[in-house]
């Protein structure tokens, strides 16, 4: 019996190291021919019908009826630019048109356009003529505008395909008679108005050219410019203007319970608190970056949209603002102030900032309708971003033993505050109002700011 066993398990075992052996030898049986390779017949696929094309700036939309041919997996164009570039763009299966690009200057070329199969097998080419259009860099370069604004150069253009441009700026060193360079931007917005600050406000000549994707550059646009001069507004003749009061001719703050806020006529003076100042002058005071105690904080009981009014005193034509949040001199992280205020609770996120048209010092001319734009003029919406770009709020929790009390990079936005540049040709403005329409906490309504600075110029 004990014989039987040794018999049968050693003939076992020679019959499953026969089939392994076998397995293998099929495996290697197959060749290096099969591996790596695609699957599908060698069948060539049906060429493609009916092109028809559009041509627009820069590049040209191929339409196509699509074969009826199962083989076919997409359709591959290959061309030559203007200027000698060998490119090539693929549409899948599921689209009927393909989009071709990269070109120079307006032209028109062959683009020929193969049918592909599954196993990479191609049709005859189909040849299609094709007129692209003026490229974009060429266009905004044909409408570039060089161009003064507030201690500094701007270029502006149009940029209506919304393609992908650089721009880079040039001042002539008066040393040696050469263009240096002074910025450059990546760009692909609709509208290009690209700004290189701290320049002197003497006239000097200025040189701006515009590169595609490809890295082509335009001719070189240059002219004299006289950079326009700023200076921060002073705040010693700031002071608040309350127009619901002014409206209704009443001489006390009237009682807001249950009311949407239409303006500031509360006031602000009322959120005190032991060793705290948060009266509205503490908005342009000169302290910031120490601002736990002090600082513009309005009611928590509020409700958002919330606004206030200010009377430079005199009028003057803005060219930027600078914001600062509450925030206190000290490291943010476990422990700290900070934790409770930079970039959370009433830290403002979305505001809108707004200029009066009216500019005399009869403050019951001044309108409080302030979506009215024959008494005021909307000076842009901006937002208080992280440094990362994100709006993301500071929760001071974490996981995995790592808390969020954010980096090092938004401890130096804080320190520098939020910058904005006004619009140009806005009217000179006397009256400016802070609309703050988001904050960073949901929850809270209280809008908590260190300080503001205006800057721009009195002509």
């Avoid at 239409?262 to 002058?281: I, K, Q, Y």
Wanted: negative net charge.
């Amino acid at each position: 019996m004990k014989n039987f066993f040794k018999k049968s398990n050693f003939k076992n075992m020679k019959v499953k190291v026969l089939l392994m052996f076998s397995f293998a030898a099929l495996l290697f049986s197959c060749g290096d021919d099969h591996v790596n390779k695609p699957g599908g017949g060698s069948e060539v696929p049906k060429q493609i019908l009916n092109p028809r094309v559009r041509n627009m700036s820069g590049g040209s939309v191929i339409y196509y009826d699509r074969p009826d041919d199962k083989n076919l997996r997409y359709v591959k164009a290959e061309y030559t630019t203007d200027d000698g570039m060998k490119m090539d763009a693929t549409a899948s299966f599921f689209t009927d048109s393909i989009f071709v690009q990269g070109f120079s200057n307006a032209c028109t070329i062959d683009v020929f356009l193969y049918s592909v199969s599954a196993s990479e097998v191609r049709s005859e080419p189909v040849s299609v003529s094709i007129s692209p259009e003026k490229p974009p860099y060429l266009v905004a370069f044909d409408n570039l505008e060089i161009l003064p604004t507030f201690l500094g150069v701007r270029a502006a253009t149009v940029n209506e395909t919304n393609a992908k441009l650089t721009v880079a700026m040039y001042k002539k060193n008066p040393d040696n008679g050469r263009f240096e360079e002074i910025g450059m931007s990546f760009l692909n917005d609709e509208r290009i108005d690209f700004t290189v600050k701290g320049q002197d406000t003497i006239e000097n000549n200025y040189m701006v050219k515009i590169r595609d994707q490809w890295g082509r550059w335009s001719d070189e646009k240059t002219e004299n410019i006289k950079p326009w001069f700023e200076k921060q507004l002073d705040k010693s003749l700031f002071r608040e203007v309350r127009l619901c009061v002014i409206q209704s001719g009443q001489d006390v703050i009237p009682d807001q319970t249950g009311q949407i806020l239409p303006s500031n006529f509360w006031g602000h003076f009322m959120h005190w608190w032991s060793g705290s100042d948060v009266r509205f002058e503490t908005l342009y005071d000169g302290r910031y970056g120490n601002s736990i105690g002090t600082c513009y904080h309005t009611r928590p009981t509020g409700v958002l949209p919330q606004h206030f009014t200010i009377d430079f005193g005199k009028p003057y034509t803005l060219s930027r603002i600078v914001i600062w949040g509450r925030f206190s001199d000290v490291e943010m992280g476990a422990g700290s102030n900070d934790t409770q205020h930079v970039f959370r609770n009433g830290f403002p996120k979305r505001i809108q900032l707004y200029g009066s048209t009216y500019t005399g010092t009869n403050e019951r001319e001044l309108q409080d309708d302030i979506d009215n734009p024959d008494y005021w003029v909307d000076l842009g919406q901006f937002i208080l971003r992280r440094a990362d770009g994100t709006t993301d709020m500071i929760t001071g929790a974490g996981t995995g033993g790592s808390a969020d009390f954010g980096t090092v990079e938004d401890r130096l936005i804080l320190q520098r505050g939020h910058e904005f540049d006004f619009p140009q040709g806005m009217p000179q403005i006397r009256y400016f109002r802070f609309r703050s329409w988001e904050l960073y906490n949901p929850a809270v309504n209280a809008v908590m700011l260190g300080e503001i600075s205006l800057f721009g110029t009195e002509n």
